[in-house]
């Protein structure tokens, strides 16, 4: 099984504020990697996927990067409406597929 | 418009059973994978199975094989989780999430999801 980490688990941070997030595989993943965004009581929403292609609807202040082990995930100008907990997901090959732990973006 | 409606969660004591269905609209479930997901209180997501558009094809996480069966009725729009010697440890929000054809490749992500089903397992 491919594990996911990212870091840091918390970020504080301040609307306005630029942030990059981090996500590192296992092993290579190549670019099948995704982001969500999941905010309290609702279900994840996808942002990101193949690593760097925003999903419809995601404003263009949300951009992802990296392909193999290691990706971010850069929120250029963070509204209120961004503070959320971020969470990567690797899809190479047949399941299972795998999501990191998470990181919690706040004020 | 989408939609992906989950229910059948519950409160069932260690052992039991429950089954979970999943209602969408918008798309037909002929022609999409589908996954149900799990998410523990204060957890990340977790992968739980998937299975393709006929139900010819269909993947387990380790932790659930021989306990869960996913099928589908595709001439309902219905996917299904029959969940069978429960376990506290699968305690869980219960979401249901479209595998797009945008993502796929030798694996998918998922774009709509259900508001999720809450399945608590205690005594």
């Known amino acids: 099984e491919i594990v996911m980490t990212q870091s840091p688990a918390t970020l504080s941070v301040s609307p306005g504020e630029g942030v990059t997030l981090s996500c590192r595989a296992s092993?290579?993943?190549?670019?099948?990697l995704a982001w969500y965004q999941q905010k309290p009581g609702q279900a994840p929403r996808l942002l990101i996927y193949?690593?760097?292609t925003r999903a419809t609807g995601i404003p263009a202040r949300f951009s992802g990067s990296g392909s193999g082990t290691e990706f971010t995930l850069t929120i250029s100008s963070l509204q209120s409406e961004d503070f959320a907990v971020y969470y990567c997901?690797?899809?190479?090959?047949?399941?299972?597929?795998?999501f990191g732990q998470g990181t919690k973006l706040e004020i | 418009e989408v939609q992906v409606v989950e229910s059948g969660g519950g409160l069932v004591q260690p052992g039991g059973s429950l089954r979970l269905s999943c209602v969408v609209s918008?798309?037909?479930?002929?022609?999409?994978?589908m996954s149900w997901l799990r998410q523990a209180p204060g957890k990340g997501p977790e992968w739980v199975a998937n299975?393709?558009?006929?139900?010819?094809?269909?993947y387990y996480v380790d932790s659930v094989k021989g306990r869960f069966t996913i099928s589908k009725d595709n001439a309902k729009n219905s996917l299904f989780l029959q969940m069978n010697s429960l376990r506290g440890e699968d305690t869980a929000v219960y979401y249901c999430?479209?595998?797009?054809?945008?993502?796929?490749?030798?694996?998918?992500?998922?774009?709509?999801w259900g508001q999720g089903t809450l399945v608590t397992v205690s005594s």
């Open positions: 999430a479209r595998e797009p054809e945008y993502c796929y490749g030798t694996g998918s992500c998922f774009d709509y």
């Open positions: 193949h690593a760097s």
């Open positions: 299975i393709n558009e006929d139900g010819s094809a269909i």
């Open positions: 997901q690797q899809y190479i090959n047949l399941p299972p597929y795998t």
């Open positions: 092993q290579s993943v190549s670019s099948n």
């Open positions: 918008g798309f037909p479930l002929r022609n999409i994978w």
